[in-house]
């Protein structure tokens, strides 16, 4: 029911640099989990720009001479406070101009034997159709982009769109983080079993 061009989150721009979150752990004794999201982060051959979560993603980056902009601590407990540090200056560099994505590089938990590297972009947000297509297909309410009723914003869409975009982008950084915390410490139970 809203125009996608009213936030700057929807608007698709030209890829000059790209920004992405590289979350690793603080410490080693985990299998191969930080070793594949190296290949990963290899692989990246555009410009880009790196901001980290974890000590071994930032020893990695300056080993390998690649552009770091910012490292970040988080606790085990992952509290939102601290991840969303991280994500409020990528939203910030986003909406300037430095960035023209946001895209986190994280071990993704699938069961406790396999954890996936995955790049999972963040921003721009596609577009709100699918969007609202992949919200129904993880769980959310099955008739969101059916409602054919007149909707009221209050104050308005623009506003509506401002607070709630940004608010979403936080949460869903610290799930993708939640997921590598679950990840990590899984690795490293399977890691020191095997031995």
Partial sequence: HVDESLHPFLVRREVKTRGILLVTTDRGLCGPLNSNLFKLVTEIKTPAKFYTIGRKGTQFLARTKREM???FQVHDRVPFAEVRVAAELMTKQFLEG????IE?????????LVQDPVCRPVLPLSNLSQFIENLRRHGGPAAVDTDSREILFEPNAQA???AL??????????????SAKASEHSARMVAMKTA
């Avoid at 430095?98 to 994505?101: E, F, L, P, Q, Y």
């Fill in 69 to 71: 902009v910012a490292s």
């Fill in 165 to 178: 975009l940004p608010f979403y982008v936080n949460r869903h950084i610290y799930q993708l983080v939640l």
């Fill in 104 to 112: 986190v590089v994280y071990p993704r938990f699938r069961n406790t």
């Fill in 160 to 162: 509506v769109l401002g």
């Fill in 98 to 101: 430095v960035i023209d994505t």
